[in-house]
């Protein structure tokens, strides 16, 4: 995960826990590039991780209360503006305004880097063409 406090202060008010362990655990797996056995033995610990976030729905909530907390309200503020968000655009919205690593979130989503850009360049373009008055606010924390 991002060490830069400025910018993700939520990110060390949820990283504890299973986030704390799946965050270390994405990065472990992706410097382990050339090690095929230990990214599999990583991997299968991450994929069980994600399902137990996943099955808990406490957990999306832990991130959307964190995020609101510390950036007044923003995805409140951006379920309201942006009337059309998908829950996939939305929990994205989530876990990057929290500061999850890319690597992170390729595998809560279980896509590419490349994939995640498309949908984060998607994500954008959805919130500029909605001409919400927080549109630039919400592009400015997706990075």
């Keep these: 995960h991002s060490n830069n406090g400025d910018v993700y202060p939520v990110l060390d008010e949820i990283l504890n826990g299973k986030f704390g362990v799946l965050d270390q655990l ?4 992706y410097e382990n590039v050339n090690n095929s056995k230990k990214q599999l033995a990583v991997y299968k610990r991450v994929e069980e991780l994600i399902t137990e976030i996943y099955a ?27 009337s059309s968000l998908s829950d996939d655009e939305y929990k994205l ?31 954008k373009k959805k919130i500029k063409a909605s001409n919400s008055s927080k549109a630039e606010l919400f592009i400015k924390h997706l990075g």
Excluded: H, P, W
């Design 93 to 123: 919205m989530c876990y990057m305004y929290a500061g999850f690593s890319t690597q992170a979130i390729c595998l809560f989503f279980k896509c590419s880097s490349e994939a995640l850009y498309s949908r984060v360049y998607r994500l």
């Design 26 to 29: 994405c990065q472990t797996y």
């Design 56 to 82: 808990e729905k406490e957990s999306l909530v832990t991130i959307e209360n964190a995020v609101n907390r510390s950036r007044n309200n923003i995805l409140e503020d951006a379920k309201v503006e942006i």
